[in-house]
């Protein structure tokens, strides 16, 4: 080795590791107090506020722009560009709407008559999916059967929902398996 290189590993490891030769110790800084008082703090003096200043009324005080906040002026109605006019035959009336029963706070419930066709093909997709779902000819990963299970289980409900003429909650889980297959599938 050359003597420049001898001189720079040598060096070297006092450089890495902060030598106290080249830095300076850092100086303590005090941290200064304030001086303990020793002066009585003087008491607290109460006003004497009338009886009508301390008792809180039952009803808001009116005030000047409390008309102004009732009556505030409305935003104006936004309208549509280009309205879609609404096209009836010349011949028939309008609709009369139909007495509808209140709607419950869960929303509406489906009745379980919306037909056979709806049915069947809620039964027709549910027989498509486990099909295709049993059809799978490859090795799932971990993330893949935690999907696989999640179908199935799509599937077992929807064919509790039917069993019970939900044919509309059978009809969305149904739905919801066939999407999971399709991502399954790719």
């Given at each position: 080795?050359?003597?420049?290189?001898?001189?720079?590993?040598?060096?070297?490891?006092?450089?890495?590791?902060?030598?106290?030769?080249?830095?300076k110790p850092q100086k303590?800084?005090?941290?200064?107090?304030?001086?303990?008082?020793?002066?009585?703090?003087?008491?607290?003096?109460?006003?004497?506020?009338?009886?009508?200043?301390?008792?809180?009324?039952?009803?808001?005080?009116?005030?000047?722009?409390?008309?102004?906040?009732?009556?505030?002026?409305?935003?104006?109605?936004?309208?549509?560009?280009?309205?879609?006019?609404?096209?009836q035959a010349a011949n028939?009336?309008?609709?009369?709407?139909?007495?509808?029963?209140?709607?419950?706070?869960?929303?509406?419930?489906?009745?379980?008559?919306?037909?056979?066709?709806?049915?069947?093909?809620?039964?027709?997709?549910?027989?498509?999916?486990?099909?295709?779902?049993?059809?799978?000819g490859r090795v799932l990963?971990?993330?893949?059967?935690?999907?696989?299970?999640?179908?199935?289980?799509?599937?077992?409900?929807?064919?509790?929902?039917?069993?019970?003429?939900?044919?509309?909650?059978?009809?969305?889980?149904?739905?919801?398996?066939?999407?999971?297959?399709?991502?399954?599938?790719?």
């Open positions: 080795m050359n003597i420049r290189a001898r001189r720079v590993a040598w060096l070297l490891p006092f450089v890495l590791t902060g030598c106290s030769l080249f830095h303590q800084q005090y941290q200064y107090l304030a001086p303990v008082s020793t002066v009585p703090k003087p008491a607290v003096e109460h006003p004497n506020l009338p009886l009508s200043a301390v008792i809180i009324p039952d009803q808001p005080l009116k005030t000047d722009n409390a008309a102004e906040v009732a009556e505030a002026p409305k935003p104006p109605a936004r309208h549509h560009r280009n309205p879609k006019p609404v096209q028939t009336p309008p609709p009369t709407p139909a007495e509808t029963p209140g709607v419950s706070a869960i929303g509406q419930l489906s009745t379980g008559e919306s037909g056979g066709d709806r049915r069947r093909e809620t039964e027709d997709s549910l027989s498509t999916t486990e099909h295709g779902l049993n059809g799978l990963s971990d993330q893949e059967q935690k999907t696989a299970v999640q179908i199935r289980e799509y599937l077992k409900q929807a064919r509790e929902a039917l069993a019970s003429n939900d044919v509309d909650g059978a009809y969305t889980l149904a739905a919801k398996a066939k999407v999971l297959l399709g991502e399954l599938s790719n």
